[in-house]
């Protein structure tokens, strides 16, 4: 495959992946937003409420990038391109 062919292609997975995107946009933020923002006021506000400091940090200092990994995570897993690849 050509460079000028492998350029062709990958456009063209973009170009699928972002209608795709934007067709399911709904889909693919609202479900781990609201998650998140569950896990934010079950663990920062009622159990983050209890627990002091931990290593100079407060609990929501602690918890926060955890909580925002594990939704990348997720998503990622959950939206990967949807490619229909040839078999031989």
């Known amino acids: 495959m050509s460079a ?9 997975i ?3 992946e972002m209608r795709r995107y934007l067709r399911i946009w709904p ?5 781990p937003a609201i998650t998140m923002t569950l896990y934010f006021v079950i663990f920062g506000a009622l159990i983050g ?5 931990m ?3 407060s609990y929501m200092q602690f918890v926060v990038p ?3 990994m594990m ?9 990967n ?3 229909t690849l040839p078999t031989t």
């Open 27 to 31: 889909q693919t933020l609202l479900p």
């Open 14 to 16: 973009v170009i699928k």
């Open 49 to 53: 409420s209890r627990i002091g400091e």
């Open 66 to 68: 955890g909580l925002i």
């Open 81 to 83: 391109p949807r490619l």
């Open 4 to 12: 000028f062919e492998t350029w062709i292609a990958f456009q063209t």
């Open 71 to 79: 939704a990348v995570v997720t998503n990622s897993y959950s939206s």
């Open 55 to 57: 290593g100079g940090f």
